[in-house]
């Protein structure tokens, strides 16, 4: 049995798992309290975070390796192009979600408003919130333009690029601080990844104290 220790609004998590569903994979969900740094968790990465995959024998950590491991294993509707170029760009795509936009929006927003809480570290900082929310108005901008001149994000196929994308942004979405309507692009292209059915249990994920936004559970805008 494929095993994920991970926590339900972790955007590298939710990356693996949309990868996982897509390729009809069933795996053991297992919850992690990984900020406690519990000495079983350290032995399976000494890096101390989660997503940790046990798959094939082997712990495999970093969402992206994981990802690329799990597409090249079961290869059947490709989330990473043979083409170097397409392969270029959907890499440098996930690296602009998962390093940029990760920086500037999703460790803000939802480090102030869902981790501190969960963590009981104090009270969220408004200032920081307010910048995260300002850098996304770019980054929808940039979606927006992408969107534009291709079906998805990376070309004319869904790829990892758009499940690296819809990860954070649906962890945004979960406390509903995502402004769909500055981008008729986005707001489609999001409709479209969220109602496939790899998105399914991400849907159903609730976290203990901190229900989600009410239009969260629904499909269509």
Not at 126 to 141: C, E, P, Q, R
Not at 171 to 189: H, T
Request: with cysteine; charged share 30%; net charge neutral.
């Amino acid at each position: 049995m494929i095993r994920l220790y991970h926590v339900a609004l972790s955007p590298f998590c939710r990356k693996v798992r949309l990868v996982l569903a897509e390729k009809k994979l069933e795996v053991e969900l297992v919850e992690e309290r990984y900020w406690e740094q519990q000495p079983d968790f350290l032995r399976r990465n000494p890096a101390g975070k989660v997503p940790v995959l046990k798959m094939d024998g082997m712990m495999m950590a970093e969402s992206q390796a994981i990802c690329e491991y799990i597409d090249e294993r079961y290869p059947d509707a490709p989330l990473i192009p043979r083409d170097a170029a397409a392969r270029y760009e959907v890499r440098r795509l996930c690296a602009w979600f998962d390093d940029k936009f990760n920086a500037e929006v999703t460790a803000k927003v939802m480090g102030e408003r869902v981790w501190k809480k969960v963590r009981k570290e104090g009270y969220p900082d408004s200032k920081t919130i307010k910048a995260g929310l300002a850098a996304t108005k770019f980054h929808l901008d940039y979606m927006g333009a992408l969107l534009e001149q291709r079906r998805w994000l990376a070309g004319d196929v869904m790829t990892l690029a758009d499940f690296a994308a819809a990860a954070h942004l649906s962890c945004l979405d979960y406390i509903s601080d995502v402004d769909w309507n500055r981008s008729e692009a986005v707001k489609d292209w999001y409709a479209k990844i969220k109602s496939r059915p790899a998105f399914r249990s991400l849907l159903a994920d609730q976290l203990s104290g901190m229900p989600p936004a009410p239009q969260y559970a629904e499909l269509d805008f």
